[in-house]
């Protein structure tokens, strides 16, 4: 199972192809109601790592709903069909009778069920009345499945518009697009800092960076050079190198797809000999030779 797959809510029980036809409904909330259940949804431990686009889709998706005191909202051992976000008031959760802890508000619970197609884990029952945002499984597993779909091809996409990678099977480059993550910075954010350990590799995807290295006699900066969307760096730690050799911080907005060492030396079996390729200028085919050679050496 690659990453982005891992969470994406059991694939099998739904036909990718059927996607497009799910259509989502979205409930109003106030701007307090969506914060907070935002917060919860990033405060989840296995739902922190959605990305923000998810987070926000299943946020409007989530609906209002309501329990007395003493419900049963989960029962242990039977299918889950809903996550729930609670707002206000207190839940117990329980499993063979014994006490596992209460929750209180801003906290997402039936998690479990959903994410990994397994039974109901506890039982979930209201201490007092409770005021809850719920999302259904099949809505849930839409927008997990339809925006890693998306992500894939574009990704994919934006490989293949890379000349380092365009000579990579096409079954690599989604493999590739697979287990990508994608970062964002702020102007100014260090990306890589000069002498910090790291084992990722970085393709900047929108935006610009600066390299700079410092003068090991006066301690100062020097810029060495910038880069821009399609260019990549981080290279050396692929190579074993776990110390950085350079400093790289975004110019403006930046976002950039990250490969860790064992996923591209898994993915990537060196680039085809850029010779076979047809270069409209000694530069660019001098620049695709380097890379090439890099790539071979690395894997
Ligand atoms: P799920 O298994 O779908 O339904 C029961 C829910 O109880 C489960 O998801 C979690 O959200 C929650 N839960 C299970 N075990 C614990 C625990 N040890 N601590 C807190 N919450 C739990």
């Given amino acids: 199972r690659t990453k982005r797959q891992a969470i994406s809510a059991e694939p099998s029980a739904l036909d990718p192809s059927q996607l497009t036809d799910v259509t989502l409904t979205s409930y109003c909330k106030s701007k307090e109601s969506s914060e907070l259940i935002q917060k919860a949804l990033m405060d989840n431990d296995f ?93 849930f597993q839409t927008i997990m499945m339809r925006t890693g779909l998306i992500k894939l091809s574009q990704y994919t996409d934006f490989l293949r518009s890379v000349p380092s990678f365009q000579s990579l099977p096409e079954d690599i480059l989604s493999k590739l697009a697979d287990v990508l993550e994608e970062t964002h910075y702020s102007d100014g954010d260090y990306i890589i800092r000069q002498g910090a350990s790291g084992d990722t590799f970085f393709i900047i995807s929108q935006g610009q960076v600066k390299v700079s290295q410092q003068n090991s006699d006066t301690d100062e900066q020097v810029p060495e050079k910038t880069l821009t969307k399609g260019d990549w760096f981080g290279e050396q730690a692929l190579k074993g190198e776990d110390v950085r050799t350079a400093s790289v911080t975004a110019v403006g907005d930046v976002t950039c797809l990250v490969i860790d060492r064992e996923s591209f030396k898994q993915l990537i079996g060196g680039l085809d000999d850029v010779n076979n390729k047809q270069c409209d200028n000694d530069e660019v085919k001098a620049r695709l030779q380097e890379e090439s050679d890099f790539f071979s050496s690395v894997t």
């Fill in 47 to 139: 739902m922190k790592h959605l990305e923000h686009g998810q987070i926000l889709t299943i946020m409007d998706c989530m609906r209002p709903t309501s329990l007395t005191k003493g419900c049963c909202v989960i029962q242990e051992g039977d299918d889950g069909s809903t996550v729930y976000v609670l707002e206000e008031g207190m839940v117990e959760v329980t499993k063979q009778g014994k006490k596992l802890c209460s929750i209180g508000p801003e906290k997402v619970f039936g998690e479990l069920a959903i994410l990994y197609n397994c039974t109901r884990t506890a039982t979930v029952t209201a201490l007092t009345d409770i005021k809850l945002w719920a999302i259904d499984r099949q809505d």
